[in-house]
Structure formats: structure tokens, C-alpha cells
């Protein structure tokens, strides 16, 4: 929890108390479904809730903002993002029925009203959002694929509406072929770590095609 507070020091009471009942809850639930690998699980603040919260480095999501996480497995990046901008709007989905039965319940516990979950598929959701959000969830290729017209036109923030990608490693391979344009960010100029030293966040502006 220290992590959280040393990089976020303005949270509120409630979200100070939001993010430590996030201990208790995905050790209940990783007991019974495995959500998160159970060697990291002790790691979850550091691993799994900060590096989440690297997107809220890169952007302040304005009020009525809406954000969909595809392929949110546990509730990553999706509740510890729902929890620094309550005035945002959260649609998380995954395929796996099991994993979202956990994330339900622990937005119901935190009581986060700001946030819903679904078991579904990418290509089965309608609507648009301002934002895309994903945690290793495939390839930067496939995961592009998955958010064909998802993306609403209208922007407000200020970055322009897209995705906003968590992956570690080197990009060079999956981002020479992206079609639009796009910034890395290394995850280790914010947070210093040394878990985030291969941690980077794609975004992506599908809206501008690249040169």
C-alpha cells in the first residue's frame, strides 16, 4: 500500500481505504480462482495495482470519461484505475466467466459505483469509448483488432481519445507495423522500482494513421 500512496499522496480518505481492503479481497478470491499468478500474489501493490495506475501518469481522465478494459482478467488495470478517477466511467469485460465473477465482487465490495464488468468478447461489444484499455492481454496487432470502431471521435481530454496499452519487454517488433501513429512511454520515468525498468505504455491513436 505504501507504494500507492508514495506516487498518488493527494487520494482521498475513501480511496485510501478502497486500495487497502484490495489486499484482503484478491487474496480471498486467488484462493479460490486463480486470478493472479499465486508466486506474485504477495507483490500484488507493487506488481499488479501500481503498474495499473502508470496510466494515470500519462493522463487525468476527466469527468465522464469512458473507458472499457478489454481483456481485464482480475480487474487489471480496470478497478485500481476506477478507484483514482471516480468521476470516470468503467466497462470491463472478459471472456472467462470465472474471472469476472471476481471482478464483480470486488467492485461491489469496494463499492465502486463508477464501475461494471461483463462477461463477453471484444467483438460482441457495442458502443464507443473515449478510451481502450489493456494489460498484456496478446499482441499490440491482435489487441488493435479487438477495438475496430470502439473508439468515439469526440474528444475531451487532453490527450485524443484511444488506447492505452501495459506491456513490458521490447516493442520495437510489434510496434514497426502498428498503421497509426503512437508514443512509448517507459513506466520507469514515473515509478522507480526496479520491477518497471522493462515496463512500458503504449498509446495509441487510431484516429491518425502513421507515416
Known sequence: MHHIVK??????????????KIDDLYKYWNVKINVISRKDIDSLYLHHILHSLAI????????????????????????????????????????????????????????????????????????????????????LQAFIKMIDKKISKNCFNLLDNGVFYLKGGNMAVETNSLRYNYNIYDIADF?????????????????????
Open 56 to 139: 494515470g501518469k500519462i493522463i487525468q481522465f476527466k469527468p465522464g470519461t469512458k473507458i472499457i478494459d478489454i481483456g481485464t482478467g482480475g480487474g487489471l488495470p480496470g478497478i485500481p484505475l476506477s478507484i483514482l478517477f471516480p468521476d470516470a466511467t468503467f466497462f470491463l469485460i472478459d471472456s472467462i466467466g470465472k474471472k469476472i465473477k471476481v471482478v464483480g465482487s470486488i467492485i461491489e465490495t469496494l463499492g465502486l459505483k463508477n464501475c461494471r464488468c461483463e462477461q463477453s468478447r471484444a467483438e460482441n461489444i457495442t458502443g464507443q469509448y473515449d478510451f481502450v484499455i489493456g494489460r498484456a492481454v496478446g499482441t
Open 7 to 20: 506516487y498518488f499522496p493527494d487520494l482521498t480518505k475513501e480511496q485510501k481505504a478502497q486500495f487497502e
Open 191 to 211: 515509478f522507480y522500482e526496479s520491477y518497471f525498468i522493462t515496463k512500458k505504455i503504449v498509446y495509441i491513436n487510431p484516429a491518425i494513421a502513421s507515416k
